[in-house]
Each structure stands twice: as structure tokens, then as C-alpha cells.
């Protein structure tokens, strides 16, 4: 059953009491609140997401009110994951988010099954294009653009490659805009979903744009790794190119990679072939017209038929 | 007496502008230079002490035999161990 | 003396688990994570052939637990490669305790567990070079606080931990195996005396007898017995291990009397018996009945055991459950130091966390 099938009445008392499992990729996510403002968000982003019943969840997820004083005159949300709480109280107001961010640190903490890629990876005509993510690179501008003008959105944040089989999984998960992307968003792309703006978070302001529901629907393809582009957004820059030397790339992206150093030699291969197969960047902008045809342009990795 | 070097127990790959290595015991990862590359996989092919490495890496790379090439390749296995990815074999 | 049935099975009787419904590997995977057991019961199920009889949801959170403990494990092989580099210079004996060893003899206890931290045991009078040795090869205290500092040197049964610089690990440098502001008191030169050499170097681990009682002075006395069922897995599988051979028990009942640990046997014998039921002869348990407490510490340490083991498998925290870890840290304080030090050492550890949270905001 997809979430659109639940009634808005039904949705929030199913949240705040047995609560809800929503698979997300490989995932199955069980959450529980009582909070409307995430019911909400469950219901504008996740509303073409299946839900699982009873039985099975990866991550079970908590976001309550909590027993202090702070809740007379500025509300809270306390969050925790199989019972423990990784984050402090933030304001309710924000308690959409720290569902987000909460899921985020679920995947990161307990999966070493995958590659964890922290960057957005799209895919068009059967080849992905990753681009890991240091902060103020503006890797998810660069993502909710792509994704307006018809590429699939495999993830925003975690971009998850399975060492067996060198393919990405999507999770297809709202994109998580900052401060100035927002409106440069909004005005780029206004047929998109778009949700409230949520002020104050460490991050400043935040809100999310929905993902296409084909994205969602084709949530189990997995994709082929083709291109590994490291975006930086540079205001009034024209847009430029530099081919990244392998080794290099494999470098850069060893730091990028969550969890790396706990993966060992199955890491290092399954990072080695991924840099193989793919053609590497330095990606520089400021103009997303022109960010968006230049990636139109991409042409499929040249593969080395000579074993090096 | 001069130390005798062999290769700890390594992962590379090579690309044009380096091998990068992964010491399966320490998991520590390394970009080598293709020559510092090259140097390892001599020694992972045949341990060997810093004269017989200096002259087969010439021979291979088509340089002079010289002193100062001895004493680069020296520094290099010095600057190899203590970043783990060789070992003395007469420890 | 109950423990949770399908943890139970999981432990005793893996090959059971593939009977079990959706909802109840859900309760299994996040007790097993909240225990540190899951790499344990994947190492397990992967000896039977039993992984690919798990359901696929499941059998994800099994591998991720196991990738971890391969690493983990990787990580100590490698500070026992450099720690032994690091001493390599001086003539001391030196013992490896817990993890180390049993990753270092290949003990199938080893198995799935998670630990990185080294502890090694040393001749008192052999401290100071271990010190220096370390200091010179990258690690560094951390323990900074004076009070700190002069506590572990004089009351404790080891130096302050070490850092490593770069890579981060701790190292324990021992030279009791218990705090000599406890009740018991292992002779270590006889524990030095009995270590065994695995390669004709210098560097040992203890006999199987003296590891058990290691293992059980921890698990009872000292250390933290929150830890509780994962360091009954540990003595189970040792015993079991050892055990076949007949020998054992009779050496392991007279260690326990030679170290000064019949108390810890006792409770070791006791518990893996009745809730892993580890296997042991009648004679050996008839034998450790003279080790017991007297019959009401001996019941108020069955209550607080059985807390233990079952503890934080039931989501949030009952209130007895508080009072037993409370109880339990007490006691484990009580045991290593002599009451008129206690008050003022927790009055001291109090004003610190105190100032910790205020430094924090």
C-alpha cells in the first residue's frame, strides 16, 4: 500500500501510535511521532513511497516530545534511533528535518554492506552520474536541477554502491535545499514539490523538494556508475571542466566515503573498479542553464579495453 | 650491513599518475608516484636491499646507475617503511 | 534464572533461528545490536551454512555487523604487530590479556567480538621501560587530570591508558590483573610464571586456567558488568573450549585457589551453567559450592546477574533496572577501593562530569 492510500486522519494516528514502515531502497524505515509537521512531510514527499506491515524494519526511529521544562514555552523534538538519542533537542518547528537527518545518520552508523558515498547521484539512459559532496559545493542545487529537467533522482545524500555488484542503489528521498538554493530553486524549477521553509537549523534555512514520482517508482533499479563529477558552485564563475586523474579521483573519493576505512580490502576494490569504470571531473558553475546542457552532453565513459 | 626490504601484505592498482596501495594489515591507503610505485613492486616481486632495487628500477626506467640515484632510492625506502608498506626482512 | 528465549536460541541453538516470524528477528536483530552480539551470532549462523536460510532483511544487518568485527579484528592484529615492534628492544616478558590473546591464539572466543582496545601485563619493575618504550614509539597519555594520574599509578593495577598518537588505539599496560585497592589479590609473578609462548618469543599469554579466571575477575569483579551477557558468552566459550580437555577443571579449581579468585570461579561456574547452560562435570560444580557467598549476597547477586544480562532488551529503561545498575556500579566501586577512599573518589568523578556538562553549555 503506498502512503497516498492512507487518509491524512489515519496517517497521523498511525504515526503517533503503532507508527509507519516505509521502505526506502534496500531500507525499510519504522517511524513513530505524534508530530503534525512530520505527518505532513510524510505525507507531501514519501506520499508515492510503500508501506510495509507489520514485521521487519532496519531502523526504528523515534521523534517525541521531551519530558522538560523547554516544552512550557518553546517546544522541542527528541529523537532516537533503536532507543538511543544521537542528537540533542532541537525546536519542533524543525522536527521534519531532524526526521531527514535522522534517517540519514540510521544508514550512515549501522550499513557497511554498501559503499557510502556522501554526494547526490542521478541517472539518465542507463548511466549514472555521482558527485560527492564537501560542504558548499552546492551538490544539491546542482541535483534538484538535474532531476527538474528529466534525470532520475537515485539519492540527495548518500549515494550507496554495492561491492558485489559495482551498481548504485537508489533511495529516492526528498532533496535537501539550503538557504539561497531554495528560492534559486523555486524560481528554476516551480512545477516541482516544494515544502515549507524551516528556519534556524544549524544548516540556516532549510526545505525540501519532493522526488519525481517516476524516481520513486523505479526506486529498486538499480544503476550503472558512468560518470564521477566533483561539482563546486562558484557565484558569477563560468561554467569549466578539468579531467581528474585517476589516482587522484580515487583519493579525493576514499575521503568522501562514510565508511571507507571499516570496508578494508572489499572497500579498496570495490573503490578502485568504480573509479575504472567511470570518467572523472572537476566541475565548476554558477549558471544552471549551462550546468544542465553540459551534463546533457555527457557522453559515456570510454572503457580501456587494455588491462592496465 | 644493509637492511634486506620486502613488500608488506598490499593491495595496488596502477593509473597513470600512480598506484594507489592499501596495506591489508595496517588499512592505511597510500597514492604513490608511478616510480615510488614502481620501486614497491619490485620489492613485492623479490625482496631486496636499497643497491639491487636502485639498479634493477634503472634498468627498467632507463636511467644512469649513479650514487645519486642510489641515495633517492635509499630515501625512498626509508620514507617506504615508515609509512608501512615495506618491511626490513631481518627484523 | 531466565534468559530472553529467542536470544537464548540464538546463542545456544542458532540453528533454530530460521523458524523464527518477521516481528520477532526485528526484536532479535535490535537485541542482539543493543548486546553487541550480532557479529557473534553471524559468525555462528556462517559456520552452520545457515546465513542464506535468514530472511534477506535480516541476514543485511548480519553481514554489516560482521564487515565491522573483521575490521575491528584487523585493526588489533595490527597494534599487537606494532606493540611488539615497540618492545621489541627490551628483554621483559610481556602478556598478552583478553582480546589480544584470544585473537593472537586463534581462540574461537575471539569470534565476532568488538573490542580494539590492547591490554598487556608486565613485572612491576619492568613498568617504567614499557612506559618509556611506548612513549618513544607514538602514544601519549590521556588521562591528564592530576587526580586521575596519581589514582591509576598508586590504587589502580595499571598505568594510566595510553594513546596512539596517529592511529588512535589504547593500550592498557598492567602489571596485577585486578586493582590493588580490591579484595583479591592474583600474585602475578605466578601468573608470569605459567604464561605460554606461542612462537618462542617473548611475548605470551596466559594459561588456559589463568584466562578463565582472568575473564571471570572481570566479568564479577572488576570492569564493567553492564557488559554482563557478552562476558558470559566469553566464558562459555572458553570453558568449552578448554573443558574437553579432562584435565582442565581440576587445574582451573586449583588456580582459582592459588590466584585468590574462587569467588569469581564460582560465580563464572554458576552462571554460564545456568543460563548458557555451559557444560561441566558434576564434581567441578559440587567442588566450587565451597567458593559461594553467603546465601544472601549470593541471591541479591542473582537478581542483579539476571538484570544484567536481560538489561536494555526492553526498550526503555524500567526503573528496578536503574536501581540494579546503580547497585551494580556501587558494588564494582566498593570492590576496587576501600570505603573511606570511595566517597571522596565519586565526590571527585561527580565534580568532574559536573564541570564536563557546564564546559559543554
Given amino acids: 500500500m503506498k502512503v497516498s492510500q492512507i487518509e491524512a486522519g489515519d496517517l497521523r494516528r498511525s504515526l503517533s501510535k503503532s507508527g509507519l514502515r516505509i521502505r526506502t531502497g534496500p531500507f525499510i524505515c519504522h517511524v513513530q511521532t505524534p508530530f503534525e509537521n512530520i505527518a505532513d512531510g510524510v505525507q507531501l514527499f514519501y506520499k508515492d513511497f510503500n508501506c510495509e506491515s507489520e514485521g521487519f524494519a532496519d531502523f526504528h526511529l523515534k521523534l517525541v516530545r521531551p519530558r522538560n521544562l523547554h516544552r512550557m514555552w518553546r517546544p522541542q523534538v527528541s529523537c532516537y534511533l533503536n532507543d538511543d538519542s544521537p542528537f540533542s533537542p532541537l525546536p519542533s518547528d524543525q522536527a521534519f528535518a531532524v526526521f531527514e537527518s535522522l534517517l540519514n545518520w540510521s544508514i550512515y552508523t549501522t550499513t557497511y554492506n554498501y559503499l557510502i558515498i556522501h554526494g547526490a547521484s542521478v541517472e539518465r539512459n542507463g548511466l549514472a552520474a555521482i558527485l560527492p559532496a564537501p560542504p558548499g559545493s552546492g551538490k544539491s542545487t546542482l541535483c534538484a536541477a538535474l532531476v527538474s529537467r528529466g534525470w532520475r533522482l537515485l539519492t540527495d545524500e548518500l549515494t550507496l554502491v554495492s561491492p558485489a555488484s559495482g551498481l548504485i542503489s537508489a533511495l529516492a528521498r526528498p532533496i535537501s535545499l539550503k538557504n539561497n538554493s531554495i528560492d534559486v530553486l523555486q524560481d528554476y524549477a516551480p512545477e516541482e514539490v516544494f515544502g515549507p521553509k524551516i528556519y534556524n537549523t544549524i544548516k540556516g534555512t532549510i526545505a525540501h523538494m519532493g522526488p519525481p514520482s517516476d524516481s520513486v517508482s523505479r526506486m529498486h533499479e538499480a544503476a550503472v556508475p558512468g560518470w564521477l563529477i566533483f561539482p563546486k558552485y562558484q557565484a558569477g564563475a563560468s561554467t569549466s571542466v578539468t579531467p581528474l586523474p585517476k589516482g587522484q579521483a580515487f583519493m579525493r573519493l576514499s575521503s568522501g566515503l562514510v565508511n571507507y576505512p571499516v570496508l578494508g580490502a572489499q572497500g579498496f576494490e570495490a573503490l578502485t573498479q568504480l573509479i575504472d569504470r567511470t570518467d572523472c571531473f572537476n566541475f565548476t558553475y554558477s549558471n544552471l542553464d549551462e550546468a544542465i546542457a553540459w551534463f546533457g552532453a555527457l557522453q559515456p565513459p570510454w572503457r580501456d579495453a587494455v588491462e592496465r | 650491513m644493509t637492511a634486506v626490504w620486502r613488500a608488506a601484505n598490499l593491495l595496488t592498482k596502477s593509473w597513470q599518475d600512480g598506484v594507489v596501495v592499501y596495506n591489508l594489515d595496517s588499512g592505511s591507503t597510500h597514492l604513490l608516484n608511478p616510480i615510488a610505485g614502481q620501486v614497491l613492486k619490485l620489492l613485492a616481486d623479490a625482496p631486496a636491499d636499497a643497491t639491487t632495487v636502485a639498479r634493477r628500477l634503472a634498468g627498467q626506467i632507463d636511467l644512469d646507475s649513479d650514487l645519486e640515484l642510489d641515495y633517492n632510492v635509499a630515501s625512498l625506502l626509508n620514507h617506504l617503511d615508515s609509512l608501512g608498506l615495506i618491511e626490513p626482512v631481518t627484523a | ?361
Avoid at chain 3, 599487537?80 to 628483554?91: D, G, W
Avoid at chain 3, 589480544?100 to 575471539?110: D, F, K, P, R
Avoid at chain 3, 589479590?185 to 610464571?193: F, G, I
Wanted: aromatic share 8%; with cysteine.
Fill in chain 3, 1 to 361: 534464572m531466565k534468559l530472553d528465549p529467542i536470544i537464548a536460541r540464538a546463542l545456544t541453538q542458532p540453528q533454530a533461528l530460521v523458524e523464527l516470524s518477521q516481528p520477532q528477528w526485528d526484536r532479535l536483530i535490535q537485541s542482539l545490536r543493543r548486546l553487541g552480539l550480532l557479529a557473534r551470532i553471524q559468525v555462528l549462523l556462517a559456520e552452520r551454512g545457515l546465513l542464506n536460510a535468514v530472511p534477506a532483511q535480516p541476514r543485511m544487518h548480519f553481514e554489516s555487523a560482521r564487515i565491522v568485527a573483521d575490521n575491528e579484528q584487523r585493526i588489533m592484529r595490527w597494534e599487537v604487530n606494532r606493540i611488539q615492534r615497540a618492545l621489541k628492544a627490551l628483554s621483559t616478558p610481556v602478556i598478552f590479556l583478553k582480546g589480544a590473546a584470544y585473537l593472537i591464539a586463534g581462540l574461537s572466543v575471539a569470534k565476532g567480538r568488538i573490542s580494539t582496545d590492547i591490554d598487556i601485563l608486565v613485572d612491576k619493575a619492568d613498568l617504567p621501560a614499557v612506559e618509556t618504550a611506548l612513549l618513544k614509539h607514538g602514544w601519549e597519555h590521556i588521562k591528564v587530570d592530576e587526580y586521575d594520574q596519581f589514582y591509576y599509578r598508586i590504587w589502580s593495577h595499571e598505568l594510566p591508558p595510553l594513546r596512539h598518537r596517529e592511529r588512535r588505539t589504547i593500550i592498557d599496560v598492567h602489571h596485577t590483573i585486578l586493582p590493588l585497592t580490591g579484595r583479591c589479590h592474583p600474585d602475578p609473578k605466578k601468573l608470569l610464571a605459567q604464561a605460554i609462548t606461542l612462537d618462542g618469543s617473548r611475548f605470551k599469554i596466559l594459561a588456559p586456567a589463568d584466562m578463565v579466571l582472568h575473564s571471570a575477575a572481570h566479568a564479577f569483579q572488576d570492569g564493567d558488568l553492564v557488559r554482563g551477557l557478552r562476558d558470559l558468552v566469553d566464558l562459555d566459550d572458553l570453558l568449552r573450549h578448554f573443558g574437553v580437555e579432562a584435565s582442565f577443571w581440576a587445574r582451573l579449581l586449583q588456580r582459582g585457589q592459588e590466584l585468590d579468585l574462587t569467588r569469581p570461579l564460582y560465580y563464572a561456574l554458576r552462571y554460564t551453567n545456568l543460563i548458557l547452560h555451559t557444560p561441566m562435570p558434576m564434581a567441578v560444580v559440587e567442588q566450587a559450592r565451597k567458593f559461594a557467598p553467603a546465601w544472601l549476597a549470593g541471591a541479591m547477586m542473582d537478581r542483579l546477574v539476571i538484570h544484567a544480562v536481560n538489561d536494555r532488551l526492553h526498550g526503555w529503561r524500567k526503573p528496578l533496572q536503574a536501581f540494579s545498575n546503580w547497585a551494580l556500579y556501587m558494588r564494582q566501586h566498593w570492590l576496587r577501593m576501600p570505603p573511606f577512599l570511595l566517597a571522596r573518589h565519586l565526590i571527585h568523578q561527580m565534580f568532574r562530569r559536573q564541570k564536563l556538562r557546564t564546559d559543554l553549555g
